[in-house]
DNA sequence: TGCATTTTGTTGCAACTGCAACATATCTAC
DNA sequence: GTAGATATGTTGCAGTTGCAACAAAATGCA
């Protein structure tokens, strides 16, 4: 997977900051920064630190969506949870530099290979996300759990090549992300198993389909 | 909305499709691109022409997803539809300007500016296009036909920035985005006339809400 | 204008799913 | 290891939805 500063040096990541202009903010463990995010329709890139995108259900439990570390994006885009029942949480202190992407701008001659580079990265990057998300409404416009499960059964056995998925997440982030109830999707599950479609140990699923 | 050679002038377009070693490619009416998009990955920019989304539904039915014209970008990566139900008609003589995003290179002083001034350009589109599948997946997420469509409702109240919506397709596209049935989104649009939710004119709907 | 096609509205019914409640298993921290 | 917390599995039930079939309205076109 692509970073945004991917063959850049150090000290030239540090003359990008300046040629766009970029603030960079701390954030202190346990703020939420969606609020935040909001208000910011900049491109984020964490520098430092450790963050985590959770849903926070009406029963009182949350559920972890997704972690980010060093380089990996933050901005509204890339996240998008307008929803209030969710929270990016800084589980640990935070240090994130802000891009205007509007101010992209003229460069001098010097800074033109790792501006390039910079920029080729960012576009891999968006590209991959709007891969993922194409993914997820490949998904989410089948109808029926089933026809859910299978669909990401079926990317996830493209994607690793082999019928042995290992699940990234916890099953319970798994119904979250293909948009359905839990113990529906456990259900579900179960049949697919008794029908011989899969079979399941811990995170482990194996298609025989 | 940001086309990706405006503040581009037309001489200067030409030089960007000779730096970035492009490829231009006719079509004609009546051909099906689903198939040759799925083998590149790279970015195509309608030159000219008139080219249609299709979904084809079992029944023999046929429903226009999208429609795209002169300057819309038309790539695997903003279209995506695996399904073999879809299909990507050109309706007339199309020409599409292939760019192999990992050919960003190296631009001479004289190129700077309108360089630039694309790379701006594509930017603000590909962010756009998260923006419009973030959007969907936030529809999509909804569990039931009436939480999709009122979400559908806020989001399009929001852009408009009035009460009354003009939907900019047919209400079978409609049921197509918010991924269900048809004659059940019918239905559940009736249940929020009914309740005084909204009213509707052909596609003109208002939110009394 | 008038005919054919497409879109929209309506409804019954069977199937699916969300929800709640609970049991069991797994994980985590001490 | 143990206790508490968290995750997973199971099930009944009521509400929602997909599907099919058809009627009515709107649209396109000769």
């Known amino acids: 997977m692509v970073k945004p500063f991917d063959k850049i040096s150090e000290k030239n990541k540090y003359k990008l900051f300046q040629a766009f202009h970029t603030h960079i903010m701390s954030y202190n463990k346990g703020e939420d920064?969606?609020?935040?995010?909001?208000?910011?329709?900049?491109?984020?890139?964490?520098?430092?630190?450790y963050v985590q995108i959770i849903k926070k259900n009406l029963n009182g439990t949350s559920l972890i969506i997704d972690e980010l570390y060093e380089d990996d994006i933050l901005s509204i885009k890339t996240i998008y949870v307008q929803d209030s029942e969710y929270e990016v949480l800084v589980k640990e202190e935070t240090k994130i530099v802000f891009f205007d992407l509007e101010q992209i701008q003229e460069f001098g001659e010097n800074e033109k290979g790792y501006y390039n580079q910079f920029i080729k990265n960012l576009f891999l990057i968006i590209n991959d996300k709007l891969n993922e998300k194409n993914e997820r409404i490949q998904i989410l416009t089948k109808k029926t759990i089933r026809n859910r499960l299978l669909?990401?059964?079926?990317?996830?056995?493209?994607?690793?090549?082999?019928?042995?998925?290992y699940l990234p997440f916890s099953f319970m982030a798994l119904a979250d992300y293909l948009g359905v109830d839990r113990s529906a999707m456990s259900r579900e599950l179960s049949y697919l198993k008794e029908e011989g479609f899969i079979e399941i140990k811990g995170k482990r699923i194996k298609l025989t389909f």
């Open 33 to 49: 920064l969606s609020k935040m995010l909001m208000d910011r329709n900049s491109l984020g890139i964490i520098i430092s630190g």
């Open 151 to 165: 669909e990401y059964f079926s990317i996830a056995k493209t994607k690793s090549g082999s019928n042995n998925i």
